[in-house]
């Protein structure tokens, strides 16, 4: 299930139902995920429950890279495009790299929600299609009063 996040992320694939699609049409992700296709809502439910592991994950893997020599940590490569052109060796020091691990961690947060809301928003919408017009008002009355 990691892998399938890991690989939303990367794709820009932001919600439960999408990931879904996508394990029953990309040959790719059926690769990876040697061709297990779960449905939505265990995908829904395997990140709201492992929301805190699958940051763990993250940064346990950079710290495997660095430990294992794939990576050294003592040097920061830096794309040319994205340094100011009064770029100086001050610019980039470790509390700047210490403050954009951060902000990566950050980022990783707002995905996470930004995940959690897409679903709910596709729950809500499907569940309104199912009621129907007519009782639309009254079982949205009925929700919001039996909600915590």
Avoid at 14 to 41: A, C, H, M, V
Avoid at 61 to 67: G, P, S
Avoid at 132 to 141: A, E, F, P
Wanted: proline share 1%.
């Amino acid at each position: 299930m990691l892998k399938l996040y890991i690989y939303g992320y990367l794709n820009s694939i932001s919600t439960s139902r999408k990931l879904e699609t996508e394990t029953q049409r990309n040959i790719e992700l059926k690769w990876l995920l040697g061709d297990l296709q779960p449905d939505f809502k265990t995908i829904a439910d395997y990140r709201k429950d492992n929301r805190d592991q699958i940051r763990i994950v993250t940064v346990e893997f950079r710290k495997f890279l660095k430990e294992n020599g794939y990576i050294r940590g003592k040097h920061v490569t830096v794309d040319g495009c994205k340094v100011k052109a009064n770029a100086k060796r001050e610019m980039l020091n470790i509390d700047k790299i210490e403050q954009r691990l951060q902000n990566l961690d950050e980022e990783l947060s707002k995905y996470l929600n930004c995940l959690e809301r897409a679903d709910i928003e596709e729950d809500l919408s499907e569940e309104l299609e199912s009621i129907g017009s007519g009782s639309v008002h009254q079982h949205l009355k009925e929700k919001i009063i039996s909600s915590p």
